[in-house]
């Protein structure tokens, strides 16, 4: 290997790391949507916002973790995992 190569993952490599970067994102995204639920239940921002915007802003980023973890879960596995070339 020449200085400027890089070391390449193997076929079965670069899937195991796709595989655990998806479960990362997943729960990431839990403990997103596990925040939003809290911000609606005013454990979060309970006296720095109003009730209202508290709930609005408590359901959009519950909403988007759920939108972030079902992409995650729901992806289809790209050419090079499913074995096409």
């Given at each position: 290997m020449t200085s400027g190569e890089r070391p390449r993952l193997s076929e079965d490599g670069a899937a195991r790391v796709n595989h655990i970067l998806r479960i990362a994102v997943m729960v990431?995204?839990?403990?997103v949507a596990a925040a939003g639920a809290l911000?609606?239940?005013g454990?979060?921002?309970?006296?720095?916002?109003?009730?209202?915007?508290?709930?609005?802003?408590?359901?959009?980023?519950?909403l988007y973790?759920?939108?972030?973890?079902?992409?995650?879960?729901?992806?289809?596995?790209?050419r090079r995992e499913a074995g096409e070339k």
């Open positions: 990431i995204a839990s403990a911000i609606m239940a454990v979060f921002l309970r006296e720095r916002l109003p009730e209202t915007m508290r709930i609005v802003m408590g359901a959009t980023v519950s973790g759920v939108y972030k973890f079902t992409l995650a879960y729901f992806r289809s596995p790209s």
